[in-house]
């Protein structure tokens, strides 16, 4: 085990080799990496008295917390497998992660979505073991007891009942993260990222972003995200600080910057907006803040920064299998490629369909292998047999090699709409669409809006004798998916324009003003 690396072993150098820094915060509470590290061994040894061992998952449901890290890091010390769930979907959405993953413990914060999911009625009930949710129609039971723990005092109570001792090694290569993505078929995939791989993708995305001793990152945008998940990890492989916030808030994100000294935090435009009009006055000091320019208001308040991934204004192209960066802009400045060059540990082929690498200049698939790539769909043979033919992990999107070498990323083979910072995958919308009795089909379209990039669009035929309200369906979605997903608009037509058995998205998009997808 003298090559082995796992967040564990991480956590635990830092234990010794920084006794006096502070790993996390998270309101009042303020823990160095000595007794992060305590909890952690104190958790992994609860977790292992509910009957969580090497390879069984852990869900957490809830907003961001200290907990998410702290639970991370201990199934890492278990072999065990974690997962922060999008605390955003609705319940039918989070049935089905739990109906798929199967967990042996969740882990909750009250909400009424979460509380239409926990079992029983009161704290005392919710916390003990139950056999499991019943799904909708069409969705397997979860097949083994699930142990719920609710967060804040029982979850701490919990964490208290463990023993505090040594754990046998844990091979580096073994999955450790899970995080649902992809939703291209209708129903989300959990990709499955290994102790081996987030530390190889923290040491690129450290040295890209030239992350030095001291740097305090704010987890503000959602944990169950790549984007916020990678910068707590290699905020946490330098050694650094964290400060957790569960949701943004502008005028509580400037005061945290402010107390705390935060270095960076999960922000894009219409967030940096937000917190430039909090801040108005200079009521906070944000000068520890070091991040892109943005506007010169922007760039008065906080200090901009140097690194090659803030000149390159954080450009690349990444998505979750891969870590969270496959490319980085930084890393090629001044490139023909706006996706720049690959991270120094992995490597990049544009491939043709019958999996022969296309030349400069031709469009094909984004390929990839290398130390920071996913270990897999959980559960998904066929999917990931598929996704890993020719020895290479296929991206499903679509992108060119450049003269210079760089990448330029093309868009999506499959359609998929970017809402703000979030993916809405048509089939998962029509999916619910079509559970609506009045429904006979339909289509989803994403269309230009000018502050969240893409509107949710869908068309929609009734069935003969059937009628429904554009607000009726919208709700219906609202109710089944997370609400970002639910169309913006409906519209009734006589049929769907047909591919095959697939609608015509082009068609479609010339009808009723679809565009402005991602890469295009």
């Not at 769907?496 to 402005?516: H, M, Q, S, W």
């Amino acid at each position: 085990m003298i090559h082995n690396l796992t967040l564990s072993d991480v956590l635990s150098e830092h234990a010794r080799s920084r006794p006096e820094t502070t790993a996390v915060v998270d309101g009042e509470l303020r823990l160095t990496y000595p007794h992060l590290d305590a909890r952690v061994s104190r958790l992994a040894s609860a977790l292992a008295g509910r009957g969580v061992a090497a390879g069984d998952r852990v869900l957490w449901l809830g907003q961001n917390s200290h907990a998410i890290l702290e639970l991370l890091l201990a199934c890492s010390r278990l072999g065990a497998v974690f997962c922060p769930a999008n605390w955003r979907q609705s319940a039918d959405e989070l049935r089905f992660v739990l109906s798929d993953l199967s967990p042996k413990v969740v882990v909750w914060e009250h909400s009424d979505t979460t509380a239409a999911l926990a079992p029983g009625t009161g704290q005392r009930e919710r916390s003990e073991t139950s056999a499991g949710l019943a799904p909708d129609a069409g969705l397997a039971a979860v097949d083994r007891p699930v142990s719920w723990v609710r967060a804040g005092e029982e979850y701490e109570e919990f964490l208290a009942s463990g023993e505090l001792h040594d754990f046998p090694p844990v091979e580096d290569t073994a999955p450790v993260l899970a995080l649902y993505t992809a939703a291209f078929d209708g129903r989300p995939n959990a990709a499955l990222l290994s102790s081996a791989a987030l530390v190889a993708h923290s040491t690129s995305l450290l040295v890209v972003r030239q992350m030095e001793p001291g740097f305090t990152f704010l987890d503000n945008g959602p944990l169950f995200h790549v984007g916020t998940m990678m910068f707590c990890l290699a905020t946490l492989q330098i050694g650094g600080t964290n400060v957790i916030m569960p949701a943004f808030d502008a005028e509580e994100l400037c005061r945290l910057v402010d107390a705390e000294k935060v270095t960076q935090a999960f922000l894009f435009g219409q967030m940096i907006d937000a917190v430039v009009a909090a801040n108005a006055g200079g009521k906070y000091d944000l000068s520890s803040l070091r991040f892109i320019s943005h506007s010169a208001e922007w760039d008065e308040m906080t200090t901009v920064d140097d690194s090659p991934w803030c000149r390159s204004k954080m450009g690349g192209y990444g998505q979750t299998e891969v870590g969270g960066m496959l490319t980085f802009l930084g890393l090629a400045p001044g490139a023909a490629g706006f996706a720049g060059r690959p991270s120094p540990l992995v490597q990049v082929r544009i491939l043709a369909p019958d999996g022969t690498e296309l030349p400069p200049g031709e469009v094909g698939e984004i390929c990839a292998r290398g130390k920071s790539l996913f270990s897999g769909y959980f559960a998904r043979p066929e999917l990931n047999a598929a996704k890993s033919a020719y020895g290479w992990h296929h991206t499903g999107d679509l992108g060119r090699r450049e003269p210079d070498g760089t990448i330029t990323f093309v868009g999506p083979k499959l359609r998929m709409i970017k809402s703000g910072a979030e993916n809405v995958y048509p089939a998962e919308v029509e999916r619910a669409l079509k559970a609506h009795p009045t429904v006979a089909d339909a289509a989803v379209i994403g269309t230009p809006d000018e502050r969240w990039h893409q509107a949710v669009k869908a068309v929609v035929v009734t069935r003969p004798g059937k009628t429904a309200t554009a607000e009726e369906l919208i709700e219906h979605v609202r109710s089944t998916l997370a609400s970002y997903k639910k169309p913006r608009e409906v519209v009734f037509a006589e049929e769907i324009p047909k591919k095959g058995f697939t609608p015509d998205y082009d068609a479609l998009d010339e009808r009723y003003g679809g565009g402005n997808y991602p890469g295009v």
